[in-house]
């Protein structure tokens, strides 16, 4: 005990010197003035909205991308105190003295500014030297299109920097003497996990990674790691993906401005809103229910089965007759003639009896017109805009020999999954005519100003099985008290409610969510500073992000030229230098060592892989696009670019001496210009100093670049 | 455990003869080499004979019964028969896929006396008394030899006359492939050409001992000329184009890591193939294109859509032999065309930009057909009226107003949004009877003139320079949505790049004032021509969008045979044929894709743990040919933006089943790694006879897909085919 008293106290620290420089400028370049300009940049206004909802834990859909990155932005402003009363309507609105700017773009440059590091430790994992390490981490520190990227409320930047530990990690734990410890593996499961909940183009990183992976424990099939491999890097992000959804579900949980596009299971799952409407709703629909049916057809809004006092034109305009009898449409708006009442055929009274009658699964039924008391009908006649499909009309008799039909069997679609009987919300419904065996549904047209542009209703014959066009749902619901008509408009008049909270399990929810999240198409427009893939490689666009509402001063995502060159020469050189290895190899002659050759494929795999699966994608995507989509491409090519030029210069130039000196020279060089186009493009990197109509002419180095000036 | 040692070898026993192969062949043969080889193929020549011919006899038989039926226009043919009958008239006309399949089609009809009088207009036409059957005899001949080159490909790919035979079944009892063979379709010759250029490849393949024989050429020419073939008929013969590249890169691969050939053999190699696979079918898809345009010399429907050079080629056009004003003045009507390739006319009509896209005024598009709406008017800045005397002409920075023909309106821009390309102007048309505002100036540049030069009719390229903004009349190539008519958006650029797309030149010129002069058009070389038809041809495919509500199929429906397409007939009245597979064919296929998956995996990691199982080299080998082939012609689809349908999958439905055929063959002979001797044996015999029971039987009850149905569709009471909605989604 004495003996170990007596041991000096020594602490042994080895500190990676250039590292540390690094990060230190890197947190120089992105943090410093994070709160000018003190207004929206460009998709702040996008994000900002989605923000200030999770300060108000208001449900919203975003099909954008999955969760985590939202609520990494949230976790900014929830550090600052925002309280998410900020109108986020327009790029360059001023920010009150009440919102944190400065906290609110704080993680996504804290991620930016790691990044740099990073890309210094990944190299070094990939087996190359501390000055390529230097070089991809100079590389990355003077991008001025990343700078700009991550020192605002966006997420590229923290996407990036998921991925990039998800490298490193997975890579150290590679490297390390067997047996390894799992907590690389397990940090690089969980940043996969993260980069594919940030956006889903993280997906195609961590695809890229698995096979690298896979490759790497082929060899090794039979050993006990693989358990450990396939449990960290497929089961754990997995989890967490779920995992980010079961946090957004459960924080979010009033209702909001995306509630109609969910099922009204989902709605009344939410505080207000629906749930607001149905509390105490009775469950089981019986004879003389008053009911509104909403079609289950989210797309492209909601509507209910509705009627009003106007028949069908005698002809339509392109010649055709129709039956003259009252109009049935779908109307996306809640209206007091939305409501139907459900009527036994084989009685007369429209009041539900005590103890109530149930409607069930294969019951036939009339459904009555609350307002005009007409009955819903169908019959041989084409439909107005379908004219395949059945016409579907509330009856009239006109003495026409055209006798009213109006009866419809009950087909409760889910009955598997929910009941027998007819429920409230849960149960899905299909009304098939009786006579015709067609089936009630919403065409997807609209009708034209006679029918004030409402939804046409038609009954078709031919049916396809899984489209949601047939089903309706029981939305509002009551219990019919008055046998009068006069009496039963005031009843519809009133509004309903009472008491009771529906469950739905956390199961359905995210499946329902996840599929509308990737089903729900926006209106896909092309915007002023969209681009095609191609234009990024050589640079020919820009994105303006910001412009002071008076000055000169302005903020561009625009890349540095010089670097986004280099890049580009070396996965030229890459390529090209790949494919006479490989055919020199396959003739036996060994150019490099064995060792040397699988640390280039290596870094073949990571860099050009990794620039292949972030940028092939968009080519086949028909979706707007914008410049830093390129940006996670862009890193993997920085990485190679000194990986790349050490490799040249240890193993292809060792013998040649003035070569080597060139190359060390105009490496230099390069490094030089560099930072030298950095300086130039500062201005509109940080949007100071303002600049002048004539130096700004002067920065628009390509002649696509939108750059912009006031006139004075 | 004793069947695990007998059929498992050790690896560790024979290593040194496996290496030993290495070095020698590559990584090609398996270590009975060459001759052990041959001796095997011998073995099964003369079943493989009788086999062949049964399978000959049992597809032509299935193809050609009731080829007649029905005796009206069905589905397609409309199409595809009209387009025969423009060659047999020789009349030119435009369509998205390339010419050999139309051209073959119109060979067969003028070989069996069809005269190319029938209009095909519309499905459900009666033929009459036409000659229709020539036409649809030919395409299901070449549907019949489909099942038998499958049964070669796979009989080359395994060395089985089982394989072979269960993936020729698969083919000739599928009621979808029966069906899309016996009408007027592109599809049958399209998977002729396919299938043939996969077998020639196969065969190529086999030759690899005998290079430079005569048969190892006859196998490569032949697969040149096959993959000319299926270009030509579909751009979807790209993919077995792609299949057979991949092959050879795999085989000169493989030849480059022979030691034993020098450089200059494997020089000789390559060259051999870039001869045969890539030159020889350029130049016989390029003589297709001659013919067909040598072929097609008189003015029909598909004129617009071409440049005004191209148009002047063919007789009866207008622009043939043109006789008109040589400069342009003022006071003329004209049209205008866009330089852009399928850039169309400028055009405006009646209807105005609806609410919220820019200002509510009339819509300016562009046209690919001709149109009176394509007409303007050209005026001076102010005056409205014609004056007397010879109307001065209009010059290089001239100023002046595009007035409408048919509504009056003068050609308008200003700052709002285009309606797609947000980053350009609105185009309109503003005013009425000739007054309007300073919008309406446009200032007249001819690209490559100074001021002061006339604009030459036809042959000068001219921009419309708009006076207040600045920005130029420019054709974004855009499809406009339902409101514009699916017509070509105009907009008003602020770039001012000299593009064929703000090029435009004045096409139709009439001046009753000025005095005709016959112009001869620059008539453009066959390579102009090639490349133009071209680009018009794959605007053309990227602009058939799916519409809105219209049911469209999605790719992922096809391999579980989701959904079928209704040829002919609708009602319970009407002679029904619904092109749907044979689901019990289809589903074995499904599931076989995934059986084969999951025994590659057994089979390589048991390679990698030190064992090796008896097929694995077929099966990666020949299975993996297949399965490359069926992803080739698959996954692209997903990607694709253009409306798809279902008989799109028929190309990988063919991999899909010889995969089958192959893998199944596998399965039931490595029964003997479970099961011993006698019971492997009864395995094999009784799964063979299973499959076999199982498609016949299924054949039988779905054939009147295929041979026609009439009676009450299926899920009405009392039809015959009621228990065989298998599927909800099913519409027969």
Known sequence: ?712 | PNSFQTTFTPVSKDKNSQTAGHLAGGDTQSSNGPSGQFLARESIESPSKVLLMLVAGLSFSTRLYMITEPPHVCWDETHFGKMGSYYINRTFFFDVHPPLGKMLIGLAGYMSGYDGTFPFIKPGDKYENQNYWGMRGFCATLGSFLPIFAYLIVLELSNSCTAAIIAATLLIFDTGCITISQYILLDPILMFFIMAAVLSMVKFNQQRYRSFSASWWLWLVLTGINLAGALGVKFVGLFVIILVGLNTIWDLWRLLGDMSLSLVDIAKHFLARAFALILLPVILYVTIFAVHFVVLNKSGPGDGFFSSAFQSRLIGNNLHNASMPEYLAFGSTVTIKNLRIAGGYLHSHWHLYPEGVGARQQQVTAYLHKDYNNLWVVHRQQDNNSQSGNPDLVRHGDIVRLEHKETTRNLHSHLHEAPLTKKHFQVTGYGINGTGDANDLWQVEVCGGRKGDPVKVLRSKVRFLHRATGCVLYSSGKTLPKWGWEQIEVTCSPYLKETPSSQWNIEDHINPKLPNISLSVLKPNFLEILLESHIVMFRGNSGLKPKDNEMNSKPWHWPINYQGLRFSGVNATEYRVYLLGNPVVWWINLASLGLYLTMVAVASIATQRGFSLEHSLVLVRGGGLLMLGWLLHYAPFFTMGRILYFHHYFPAMLFSSMLTGLTLDILFRSADLLLHPPYSYWFQRAGQLLLLFSILYSFYLFHPLSYGMTGPLAHEPGSAMADLKWMDSWEF
């Open chain 1, 1 to 712: 005990m004495l003996e170990m008293l007596q041991l000096p106290l020594v602490v042994t620290a080895q500190v990676d010197l250039l590292l540390v420089l690094v990060s230190l400028l890197a947190f120089w370049t992105r943090l410093s003035h994070l709160n000018y300009p003190n207004a929206v940049v460009f998709d702040e206004v996008y994000y900002g909205q989605f923000v200030s909802l999770y300060m108000k834990r208001v449900f919203f859909i975003d099909d954008s991308g999955p969760p985590l990155g939202h609520m990494i932005l949230a976790s900014g402003a929830y550090l600052g105190g925002f309280d998410g009363n900020f109108v986020w309507n327009r790029i360059g609105a001023e920010y009150p003295s009440t919102v944190n700017v400065w906290s609110l773009r704080l993680l996504p440059a804290l991620c930016g500014a790691l990044c740099v590091p990073l890309v210094y430790l990944l190299t070094l994992e990939l087996k190359f030297s501390h000055l390529s390490a230097l070089g991809a981490a100079v590389l990355l520190l003077l991008e001025n299109s990343l700078i700009v990227q991550s020192r605002f409320m966006l997420l590229e930047s923290v996407l990036i920097f998921f991925v990039l530990l998800a490298f490193f990690s997975y890579l150290r734990f590679h490297n390390k003497p067997r047996p390894p410890s799992p907590y690389w593996l397990i940090l690089s499961g969980v940043s996969c996990g993260a980069a594919v909940g940030v956006k889903y183009m993280g997906l195609f990183s961590y695809l890229l990674l698995l096979v690298v992976a896979s490759l790497h424990t082929w060899k090794l099939i039979g050993d006990k790691t693989i358990s450990h491999v396939i449990l960290c890097l497929v089961v754990v992000p997995v989890l967490l993906y779920v995992f980010w959804f079961y946090v957004h579900l459960s924080f979010l949980n009033r209702s909001g401005p995306h509630d109609q596009l969910m099922s009204s299971a989902f709605q009344a799952s939410l505080q207000g809103g629906l749930s607001r409407i149905t509390r105490g709703q009775p469950l089981e629909v019986a004879y003389g229910s008053q009911v509104t049916l909403r079609s289950s057809v989210s797309q492209p809004i909601p509507c209910w089965l509705h009627s009003h006092k106007v028949n069908y034109p005698i002809r339509y305009d392109n010649g055709r007759g129709s039956s003259h009898q009252q109009q049935v449409t779908c109307y996306p708006f809640k209206d007091v003639n939305n409501w139907w009442i459900i009527k036994d055929p084989g009685r007369q009274q429209l009041v539900v009896d005590t103890p109530p009658r149930p409607v069930r699964h294969g019951d036939v039924i009339q459904l009555v017109h609350g307002m005009t008391s007409r009955f819903l009908n169908s019959h041989d006649v084409a439909a107005p805009m379908s004219p395949h499909t059945q016409e579907v009309s509330g009856y009239i008799d006109f003495n026409v020999s055209m006798p009213a039909q109006n009866l419809w069997r009950v087909d409760i679609s889910n009955r598997e999954a929910e009941s027998e009987v007819w429920k409230t919300i849960l149960s899905e419904v299909r009304l098939i005519h009786v006579n015709t065996s067609a089936v009630l549904k919403l065409s997807g047209v609209s009708l034209p100003d006679w029918g004030f542009r409402q939804l046409e209703v038609v009954a078709d014959k031919l049916f396809k099985a899984h489209s949601s066009s047939l089903e309706w749902t029981v939305e509002e619901h009551r219990y019919g008290t008055s046998q009068e008509q006069k009496e039963r408009e005031a009843e519809l008049h009133s509004p309903t409610h009472i008491d009771v909270d529906r469950k739905i399990s956390f199961w359905a929810k995210f499946v329902e969510l996840q599929w509308k999240m990737l089903t729900v198409k926006q209106e896909e427009s092309e915007h002023k500073y969209s681009s095609s893939p191609l234009e990024w490689i050589t640079m020919e666009t820009n994105i303006a992000y910001w412009l002071h509402s008076s000055t000169n001063a302005q903020i561009h995502l625009i890349g540095n030229p010089v670097s986004w060159g280099v890049a580009n020469l070396s996965l030229l050189a890459y390529q090209l230098l790949a494919v006479v290895y490989l055919l020199r190899r396959r003739r036996g002659l060994k150019d490099v060592p064995d060792g040397v050759w699988d640390q280039f494929v290596c870094l073949g795999c990571v860099c050009v892989g990794g620039w292949l699966v972030n940028f092939v994608p968009f080519l086949l995507m028909d979706k707007t696009l914008f410049l830093y989509h390129y940006l996670p491409a862009l890193c993997y090519l920085y990485l190679l670019s000194p990986a790349l030029l050490e490799h040249a210069h240890t193993h292809l130039l060792r013998y040649a001496h003035q070569p080597l000196r060139a190359l060390c020279v105009g490496a230099l060089a390069v490094l030089l210009s560099i930072f030298l186009t950095y300086r130039t493009f500062c201005p509109l990197t940080y949007g100071s100093p303002e600049l002048s109509a004539h130096q700004l002419q002067g920065l628009k180095w390509r002649d696509t670049w939108d750059i912009l000036y006031r006139r004075r």
